[in-house]
């Protein structure tokens, strides 16, 4: 995975090589996941150039990256990423002194 930050000064994970950091959030089986599509700017029925993200099933590795399981994430393609004039993190750890 790469991290990169857009112009719009907020992260976008695409597919890569490098690692990754970030938060893993757990919720309620019943939580209804239609609410973090639409702060992402998600829909399943759109078209995905339509979409901010895409969402996607993607391995999570702990610290020590060793595999742990899988859970959603929200992932760029590389052409929004372009039209959002994002730049490569090579970090992979989005922070908000990235976005001054």
Known sequence: MSNHLTALGYPGLTEGDGWVKGILLTFNADYDIGLLDGLEDYQPGRYPEENE???????????????????????????????HGGIWLPSGWWTSSDRE
């Open 53 to 83: 993200y895409q969402r996607r099933r993607i391995p999570i590795y702990n610290l020590e990256r060793e595999l742990i399981g899988e859970a959603w994430g929200y992932m760029m393609t590389p052409a929004k990423i372009a039209f």
